[in-house]
């Protein structure tokens, strides 16, 4: 578990180096969102959650039970599988912000879902 850990904050501060590299209206889009904007208990965020958790736990079975790898390495692959859909859905929303809006908040979401669906998967499968 952690090794999960690591990789999860490699991949943030990826996702950080990346956007203090872009241009300055990915970084104002990405960071600067206001409050009323951007709730943390709202629709989205439970959606992010929700979804980070049901790839999290669902890739963990798929690489774990179906496919009959070890326990460690499903961990690595399903939190690498759902952080990466996360950032990648972040990024998607940052460069199309006419009908989309990044969030680090979102990140968030997707990491806590992630936690919960690989705690979820421990607890069905060990």
Known sequence: ?????IIVFVLLIFLLTASVFADDSFRERLW???A??????GKDKFLHFTVSAGIAFGSYYLYREELNNNETGSYYFSGGITISIGALKEFYDA???ESQTASWKD???DFLGMCAGLGLAYIAFE
């Not at 009323?36 to 208990?41: A, F, G, K």
């Open 1 to 5: 578990m952690r090794k999960i850990l």
């Open 32 to 34: 600067t969102r206001g």
């Open 36 to 41: 009323d904007e951007d709730p943390w208990l």
């Open 95 to 97: 460069k199309h912000p």
């Open 107 to 109: 990140m968030t979401a």
